[in-house]
């Protein structure tokens, strides 16, 4: 089974609505870490986060984690078509040093106009 | 200031033959890790070098190798390619210590035939 566990696997929302995705881990996390990537293309980084209960925003998206459930969540409020794309949590599970990130499958985005 | 920087971006490859892919870390950083990614995957952690050394490895075969210089610029060589290679290989900077943000490249597209 997988270390980080990502849902949905693919959403499909209409341009405007609100969409969550979660990133489970199935071990102690000591740092969350979120990125966007188009098809084949590198990652690009979002946020970190690394405290219980800390939450950070940026434009229209807002990551949250909660270390005693081990799960961090992503929300996009009013999506766009810029927001299409691959979204990858990636965690430390060992030292909080981004030294060694194990990531989720992704999460496959699609926003319709 | 320029991102993390990898060549070549595409790479194609026949069974058995060697390559050499090579990244720049972003400045001010020190550490680069390595990360295989196939297609519909998250990406997969090879290994990582910091102060020229291999720091940690992921489970890979030995048949992948890496190298960092003294200006922090990093080469992961594979040898003698099988088709299950083929990939995007992916390289990571980030500066060691705690609380550090892991920067992307666009990666190198290898295709194995």
């Known amino acids: 089974s997988q270390e980080l566990e990502q849902s949905p696997q693919s959403l499909i929302v209409q341009e405007g609505k609100n969409l969550t995705i979660n990133c489970t881990s199935s071990k102690t996390l000591y740092g969350l870490y979120w990125y966007k990537q188009k098809y084949g293309e590198g990652l690009i980084f979002l946020m970190m986060l690394q405290k219980g209960g800390e939450e950070k925003s940026h434009e229209k998206i807002t990551a949250k984690l909660d270390e005693k459930k081990q799960q961090s969540s992503l929300h996009i409020t009013a999506s766009q078509p810029s927001h299409a794309g691959i979204y990858l949590c990636?965690?430390?599970?060992?030292?909080?040093?981004?030294?060694?990130?194990?990531f989720g499958t992704g999460t496959r985005l699609q926003v319709t106009l | 200031d320029a991102g993390v920087t990898q060549s070549p971006t595409h790479l194609i490859k026949t069974r058995g033959q060697q390559v050499t892919l090579r990244c720049s870390p972003k400045?001010?950083?020190?550490?680069v890790s390595w990360y295989q990614q196939a297609l519909g995957q998250g990406p997969q952690f090879i290994f990582q070098?910091?102060?020229?050394?291999?720091?940690q490895r992921g489970n890979f075969p030995d048949r992948f190798s890496g190298h960092q210089f003294p200006n922090y610029s990093s080469e992961l060589n594979v040898n003698a390619l099988l088709l299950g290679d083929s990939a995007l290989y992916l390289c990571a900077s980030s500066f060691t210590g705690s609380n550090t943000e892991a920067f992307f490249g666009q990666g190198t597209r290898l295709t194995v035939v």
């Open positions: 400045s001010g950083h020190d550490t």
């Open positions: 990636g965690a430390d599970l060992n030292t909080g040093t981004a030294s060694k990130l194990t």
């Open positions: 070098y910091y102060e020229e050394e291999e720091r």
